[in-house]
């Protein structure tokens, strides 16, 4: 919108035909008032820019404090436990198959996996138990290649032994955390003795 004082200005132009030139004349108008003018309307373009490049940003910011609202609204968490007994080896993951809770839909228990919907403190437990048949368990929790904690429960003959570990951790969205065996042949027993759960303490924005 063109200000009120450049629209006096521009109404006080006249135009009149100079006698011999048929060149059109601005009575009253200075090249100053021109280019005054011509500078105020740069200014006000420039500033109408600015305004748009705010609404947008706010724009932008409406919908991440959105969606961290609806994300705020969900709880987050799981608890798998090992149906059968299974024995796993170097570096492979223990693949838990009954989900009792999976909030989030982090768990994906085809892989044995819990991938972080969002960032936060998570606290995350495992329960073991051996088999009683000479195996023992050695796993690590894990964030991807970070070893965020490890359990060890020896195994006696004819004998169970549990073996559990709680941490804390920090996750970043899509962090993926898993069991896996440090050693060869590490034997647990099923029938939901054995669990692996996690549950979001507190979100944590950017």
Do not use: W
């Amino acid at each position: 919108m063109i200000p009120l004082f450049m629209f006096s200005l521009l109404c006080t132009v006249s135009c009149s035909k100079e006698r011999g030139t048929g060149g059109c004349l601005l009575d009253g108008v200075s090249d100053g008032d021109i280019n005054a003018v011509r500078l105020r309307l740069a200014e006000e373009r420039e500033r109408r820019l600015l305004l748009e490049n705010d609404v947008l940003l706010l724009t932008l910011r409406y919908a991440q404090l959105h969606r961290l609202f609806d994300q705020a609204k969900s709880p987050v968490g799981f608890l798998a436990k090992l149906s059968n007994h299974t024995t796993i080896h170097t570096g492979e993951v223990l693949i838990l198959d009954k989900v009792d809770i999976n909030e989030g839909n982090g768990y994906n228990p085809a892989l044995g996996v819990f991938r972080a919907p969002v960032k936060g403190m998570y606290l995350f437990s495992v329960t073991a138990m051996t088999r009683g048949d000479g195996l023992s368990v050695d796993i690590s929790l894990k964030n991807g290649d970070i070893e965020l904690a490890r359990l060890y429960s020896g195994d006696i003959a004819s004998g169970r032994m549990v073996g559990a570990v709680s941490v804390p951790a920090i996750l970043s969205e899509n962090d993926n955390i898993f069991i896996k065996a440090r050693v060869m042949r590490t034997g647990f027993f099923g029938n939901h003795y054995t669990s692996f759960s996690g549950v979001l303490l507190q979100r944590m924005t950017e």
